[in-house]
């Protein structure tokens, strides 16, 4: 099984700041490489797919990057909309799997 | 534009059986995979399984003992079953449609808006 490592799990931010997730696969998975924004009692919402594929309707401040076991998720200028738990997620191989998350939080 | 829409049972004793639907509105089972994924209180994602239209399944081998997900072409659904529950199955499970894209690149949109299970005697 291939495990997703998410850095780090937790980070404190201010609105204006850039920040990246950082995401890393226990084996190569090419670009198969999916991430998910979660808001407090709500269901996982998909922004980017591919790995570096901006998901219809997310905002361009969010982007991907990264293939083979290294990914990064960038928010060039954070909003407080942007406050959230982030998952990457393998769909590499089965079973697929997701990282532990990143809860992004209000400095 | 496909919308998902679940229910089932929400509190459950254990050794008892977990059952939940998902609707597919707007758009047919034809064509993707189908799947569920579940959330503990205050932890991450956890794949179950998923199936296509025809009944092909795929599932995690941690859960594949007791776990089984079918279809309802007739009704454009999908379900979950889940036996032996304990206190670890506690969660909000949730079903996706699993988008397929080039190369068999996929990712999961939309989502269900998510169903706690509780496991408690």
């Known amino acids: 099984d291939i495990q997703m490592t998410q850095s780090p799990s937790s980070l404190s931010a201010s609105e204006g700041d850039r920040v990246t997730i950082t995401c890393r696969a226990s084996?190569?998975?090419?670009?198969?490489l999916n991430w998910y924004q979660q808001k407090p009692g709500k269901a996982p919402k998909l922004l980017m797919y591919?790995?570096?594929n901006l998901q219809s309707g997310v905002p361009f401040r969010f982007s991907g990057g990264g293939s083979g076991t290294d990914f990064t998720l960038t928010i060039s200028s954070l909003q407080l909309e942007d406050f959230a738990t982030y998952y990457c997620?393998?769909?590499?191989?089965?079973?697929?799997?997701f990282g532990q998350g990143t809860k992004l939080e209000i400095k | 534009q496909v919308h998902l829409q679940q229910w089932g049972a929400g509190l459950l004793k254990p050794s008892e059986t977990l059952s939940l639907t998902c609707a597919v509105y707007?758009?047919?089972?034809?064509?993707?995979?189908w799947s569920w994924i579940r959330q503990p209180p205050g932890k991450g994602l956890e794949w179950i399984g998923e199936?296509?239209?025809?009944?092909?399944?795929s599932y995690n081998p941690s859960l594949k003992s007791r776990v089984t997900i079918s279809v309802d072409t007739s009704k454009n659904h999908f379900s979950l079953k889940l036996t032996s529950v304990t206190a670890a199955d506690t969660a909000v499970y949730y079903c996706?449609?699993?988008?397929?894209?080039?190369?068999?690149?996929?990712?999961?949109?939309?989502w269900g808006q998510g169903t706690l299970v509780t496991v408690s005697s």
């Open positions: 996706a449609r699993v988008f397929s894209g080039w190369a068999e690149r996929n990712w999961f949109d939309p």
């Open positions: 591919a790995a570096s």
């Open positions: 199936i296509n239209h025809s009944g092909s399944t």
């Open positions: 084996q190569s998975i090419g670009s198969y």
């Open positions: 707007g758009g047919s089972l034809s064509g993707y995979y």
């Open positions: 997620q393998q769909t590499y191989s089965i079973p697929r799997s």
